[in-house]
């Protein structure tokens, strides 16, 4: 199979949860695709705003589970949360007093910075809370991604209250929510159409519930070996963890960079 892009989820598969830096062998190995010829892309649930400076450069984003994707200054799929459905959502969270995460094309913000799950997350994701915003003042913002700090039993309630959205959870304290038809699999095809590649012509590597799409649409899906089980039986390969060089492992394995 002729590789000529490969797509990176951030969390648990470049970024380790232990140390929350990209491993050297991963660095090597990205370095070494670049230099052959193969575009690279992270492929991540984060905004831009929330995405780490990288030791290495990429070729394009598809951020917020493919409800925003770029190359350089070309957005190549852009397409926010229903507004009515981001309110619904927004006096839905006030009522039940849920800590959530808006994101705007460009901005972020929260309700509350006192909910203990919501700084939890934080500490495993090492980033900083976005800026305290009351719900009254979210409403009317075009949002691409919602973040709910909910337990898995409550996703079929909020699905019912927002039917054209969808929740890729991948955590057990906290879901995404995007619109229905957003993914990062959608993402992956806007840049493969624009670069004139098929979808065989891609591998794709990640660890959550919410990198299944695209490990199924890309040519080959790498579950990271810290994945979950669901993540790793839609997978082609399953490699070593993200603590054990696993992309770099995996590349080699299949003979996509030298041994």
Same mark, same amino acid.
């Given at each position: 199979?002729?590789?000529?892009?490969?797509?990176?989820?951030?969390?648990?598969?470049?970024?380790?949860?232990?140390?929350?830096?990209?491993?050297?062998?991963?660095?090597?190995?990205?370095?070494?695709?670049?230099?052959?010829?193969?575009?690279?892309?992270?492929?991540?649930?984060?905004?831009?705003?929330?995405?780490?400076?990288?030791?290495?450069?990429?070729?394009?984003?598809?951020?917020?589970?493919?409800?925003?994707?770029?190359?350089?200054?070309?957005?190549?799929?852009?397409?926010?949360?229903?507004?009515?459905?981001?309110?619904?959502?927004?006096?839905?969270?006030?009522?039940?007093?849920?800590?959530?995460?808006?994101?705007?094309?460009?901005?972020?913000? !929260?309700?509350?910075?006192? %909910?203990? =799950?919501? $700084?939890?997350?934080? @500490?495993?994701?090492?980033?900083?809370?976005?800026?305290? &915003?009351?719900?009254?003042?979210?409403?009317?913002?075009?949002?691409?991604?919602?973040?709910?700090?909910?337990?898995?039993?409550?996703?079929?309630?909020?699905?019912?209250?927002?039917?054209?959205?969808?929740?890729?959870?991948?955590?057990?304290?906290?879901?995404?929510?995007?619109?229905?038809?957003?993914?990062?699999?959608?993402?992956?095809?806007?840049?493969?159409?624009?670069?004139?590649?098929?979808?065989?012509?891609?591998?794709?590597?990640?660890?959550?519930?919410?990198?299944?799409?695209?490990?199924?649409?890309?040519?080959?899906?790498?579950?990271?070996?810290?994945?979950?089980?669901? !993540?790793?039986?839609?997978? %082609?390969? =399953?490699? $070593?963890?993200?603590? @054990?060089?696993?992309?770099?492992?995996?590349?080699?394995? &299949?003979?996509?960079?030298?041994?």
């Amino acid at each position: 199979m002729n590789i000529r892009a490969a797509f990176f989820d951030i969390d648990g598969t470049l970024l380790s949860f232990r140390t929350h830096k990209v491993s050297p062998g991963t660095v090597e190995a990205l370095q070494q695709l670049r230099r052959q010829g193969i575009y690279t892309f992270i492929s991540s649930g984060r905004p831009m705003a929330l995405i780490p400076p990288m030791p290495v450069e990429f070729d394009g984003y598809v951020t917020m589970n493919g409800g925003y994707c770029f190359m350089g200054d070309k957005v190549l799929l852009r397409n926010p949360i229903p507004q009515e459905e981001t309110d619904r959502w927004l006096r839905y969270a006030r009522e039940k007093g849920i800590c959530t995460m808006i994101f705007t094309e460009r901005e972020m913000f !929260v309700n509350t910075l006192n %909910d203990p =799950v919501g $700084t939890a997350i934080r @500490d495993q994701l090492e980033f900083e809370m976005p800026p305290l &915003l009351d719900i009254d003042s979210m409403m009317g913002r075009e949002t691409f991604q919602i973040i709910a700090v909910m337990p898995p039993e409550k996703d079929a309630e909020v699905v019912e209250l927002i039917p054209h959205c969808r929740l890729p959870r991948w955590h057990p304290a906290f879901s995404d929510i995007v619109a229905a038809n957003n993914s990062k699999a959608a993402g992956i095809g806007s840049i493969l159409q624009h670069l004139g590649l098929h979808r065989d012509e891609c591998i794709a590597f990640g660890d959550g519930a919410n990198d299944i799409e695209m490990l199924q649409y890309c040519g080959i899906g790498v579950a990271m070996g810290n994945a979950a089980p669901e !993540v790793c039986r839609q997978a %082609d390969y =399953v490699t $070593t963890s993200v603590d @054990d060089e696993g992309i770099q492992h995996a590349l080699k394995h &299949l003979g996509i960079i030298a041994s």
